[in-house]
């Protein structure tokens, strides 16, 4: 799925690529063909295929799923829409806490997001030791903490054009 800001407005298209063993590698649009969510309707809504319309200032996460086969979902992006301005992307930031001595996944460890623009975030990580969250795009200070574990701060700058990564936050058990 790729969006381009419209005015206030995003327009998308979606795109199915098929990958594996006897396929046709041609591309496909498949823009009407599908069926767009938005995760919150009164900040914006799809008016048509993939046109997002902004009713009202606020976060959306918007995804497509093809109708021939609605288990085929472009991955999910999330933006900022705010009527009057133009549509911005957020950063998807997620990573792992473990313990850097044993490499072990710490669940319920505290993640803090820090960035140079927007609200600071916590969270706690999953049974996993999974973390993520959705930020504007520069600079941000990762501060991960646990008892009986030194804190940690990591600074990172997310990317908008891939989910293909994280942060992988090391704690050091205390003495």
Known sequence: MTCTPSGSDLQCQAIRTQYGYCIDP??????????W????????SFVSAGR???GSRGEVQIHAAWLANPYVQSV??????DPGQAP??????SGVVQ??????????ATVELLP???????VQTSAFGEYQFWSFVGNITLRASKPGYATLEMA???LTTCYCGGALLGLSPLP
């Open 37 to 44: 969510v938005s995760s919150n309707e009164a900040v914006a």
């Open 116 to 122: 140079e623009r927007g609200s600071p975030q916590t």
């Open 156 to 158: 990172i700058v997310p």
């Open 88 to 93: 911005e992307r957020l950063a998807y930031v």
């Open 99 to 108: 313990n850097a001595v044993t490499k072990q996944n710490l669940s319920n």
């Open 52 to 54: 997002l319309h902004a």
């Open 26 to 35: 041609t591309p496909y649009d498949v823009t009407i063909g599908s069926v």
């Open 76 to 81: 999910a992006q999330d933006y900022l829409m």
